[in-house]
């Protein structure tokens, strides 16, 4: 029962869920350590869990409660993003609970359904649960259908909603994400299936429809009349480290640039919605996935590379094929750039550059929309040579923020421009600093709200794009680069075949 006296339209209170149990499946692997508990602990801190909150961890471990809570504690403590505080790690330490077993293991799972009963009565969660597949893909199908068999995922027969949270990269091409969407969506109702995409939960991800929408500055300017290009870099510092079956098996462009990069293109891209509800932002985010058009040649229009040794931040660093567990005949990309259109009136003819990769120079995710030149320059040519082209760039990590860049006259005697930036960060603006992704989003699946999980639709749409490009790909070896350069020579050679080059990141 909602609170008589709250007015509905009062949104500085905040949103806190129904008493409810999150159930974490792969508790004790690197997502649900470095990221999910830490973000229930911030959650916690800030007020935002119901008392009536349990978090039940499932693994394949023989644990007591007592064991699991103390793993919980180490990683917790270590990554909160808020100040440690005793009191509210142990209020919610209270209401942890731990059940060990395989995924194929019946019995387990007959325990879990027990304990969830259990705990409907003792902690009064009334049914409410929320499956977290914190595992890998080819783990979904054996977890969705236990959770079938048992009736967990049934909410007429829990007595409330059964919600499932499944991580990308969901499929790995257009017709296993189809199998996994009919599975997924057999087991659960539509609205109950929450596919987590965590660059949606980043405010600065957030902010780019706050920037669009909110201000008369910008979109008037938002179309092909004066935007010369956009390019969304994802660079990472870092190699694959551990997760060489899964990298080799993947690359680059199913890792990120299916989800996260096409994700941040749409709401680049998209019209304005008619409100913020969910159907509505995801229907215009649909209608430019469905207008991306590819390039004619794609082999001309793509790079793909692979990193060799070399040196990140002064540090020698080995290349792909000498990292443990990699085959040394692998053609998988561990960098991808790629032009890409959208087929509409706002954006006819204005190139969409996208590039992620491993090993480059250093870590940063930012959005650069590149404006048109000035079309008459009354100065002598001297004068401007030093003037680019004007730029509002959105950093999304690690220094969030936004900067605008644009041509001013150099104090002096002469008319000489040059290019400067007005840069805003998030932390020198505001005092409170941004949550995390994962608390945003946890949050989010607990009280309902699916406005930033991309739907079915999203999700095959996206691979309608990347699936092509993957069959050009087969059997052609990706270009090399040395670790901490941006990327093969090829991807230089790309934009400068059409009068462009890289921002420099």
Same mark, same amino acid.
């Given at each position: ?34 990221? =999910? ?7 916690a801190?800030?007020? =935002?869990l ?8 499932f693994?394949? &471990? ?18 909160a ?9 142990? &209020? ?54 236990? =959770?079938?068999? $048992? ?37 659960? $109702?539509?609205?109950?299936v ?30 092909s009349?004066?935007v ?7 660079a ?17 462009? &199913? ?13 680049v ?7 913020f ?16 058009s ?31 567990g ?13 032009? =890409? ?16 990769g ?17 079309p ?8 401007v ?118 921002r420099?990141?």
């Amino acid at each position: 029962m909602g609170n008589p006296l709250r007015d509905p339209q009062d949104r500085r209170l905040p949103r806190i869920p129904e008493p409810c149990a999150l159930v974490i499946f792969g508790v004790t692997g690197d997502l649900s350590r470095k990221k =999910l508990l830490p973000a229930i602990y911030d959650l916690a801190n800030r007020g =935002l869990l119901p008392p009536g909150f349990v978090v039940l961890g499932f693994a394949r &471990r023989d644990w007591g409660h007592g064991d699991f809570e103390s793993m919980a504690y180490e990683h917790a403590k270590a990554h909160a993003r808020t100040p440690w505080r005793e009191e509210v790690w142990a &209020r919610l330490s209270g209401n942890m609970k731990f059940v060990g077993g395989a995924f194929d293991d019946d019995d387990a799972f007959d325990n879990l359904a027990a304990t969830l009963d259990e705990l409907r009565d003792s902690h009064g969660i009334h049914g409410n649960a929320a499956f977290y597949l914190s595992i890998p893909p080819s783990a979904f199908p054996t977890v969705l259908k236990q =959770l079938a068999r $048992t009736g967990m995922a049934d909410n007429e027969r829990c007595g409330g909603w059964r919600r499932v949270i499944v991580e990308k990269p969901f499929g790995t091409d257009l017709t296993s994400a189809k199998s996994l969407n009919d599975l997924v969506d057999d087991v659960f $109702t539509g609205p109950d299936v929450f596919r987590i995409d965590h660059y949606l939960g980043k405010e600065t991800v957030q902010n780019i429809m706050a920037l669009r929408f909110a201000n008369s500055l910008f979109e008037p300017v938002w179309n092909s009349k004066y935007v010369d290009s956009v390019q969304i870099t994802m660079a990472e510092d870092v190699g694959i480290g551990t997760r060489a079956a899964f990298y080799d098996a993947t690359g680059t462009a &199913r890792d990120v640039l299916q989800n996260h990069l096409l994700q941040l293109l749409a709401l680049v891209a998209m019209e304005e919605p008619t409100s913020f509800d969910a159907a509505e932002i995801r229907a215009e985010k649909l209608k430019v996935l469905r207008a991306i058009s590819l390039p004619k040649d794609i082999k001309a229009g793509t790079v793909r590379g692979q990193y060799l040794q070399g040196w990140v931040a002064g540090e020698r660093t080995k290349g792909y094929l000498d990292e443990e567990g990699v085959p040394q005949d692998s053609n998988t990309e561990t960098y991808v750039a790629v032009r =890409l259109g959208i087929q509409n009136r706002r954006w006819a003819g204005v190139p969409f550059y996208i590039r992620a990769g491993k090993r480059l120079p250093r870590r940063v995710t930012e959005v650069a929309v590149v404006f048109k030149k000035a079309p008459h320059l009354p100065f002598n040519p001297a004068d401007v040579e030093a003037l680019g082209e004007n730029q509002l760039v959105i950093r999304v990590q690690p220094e969030e923020g936004m900067v605008l860049k644009f041509g001013s006259k150099v104090p002096g005697t002469t008319m000489e421009l040059r290019d400067i930036a007005m840069d805003f960060q998030y932390g020198e603006a505001f005092t409170e600093s941004s949550p995390e992704a994962y608390e945003r989003l946890v949050l989010d699946v607990l009280i309902g709200d699916r406005t930033l999980f991309p739907d079915a639709a999203e999700v095959e749409q996206s691979w309608h794009v990347v699936d092509p490009l993957e069959e050009a790909w087969q059997g052609v070896k990706p270009e090399q680069y040395r670790s901490g350069e941006w990327g093969p020579r090829a991807a230089d050679e790309m934009l400068a075949r059409e009068g462009r080059h890289w921002r420099r990141a």
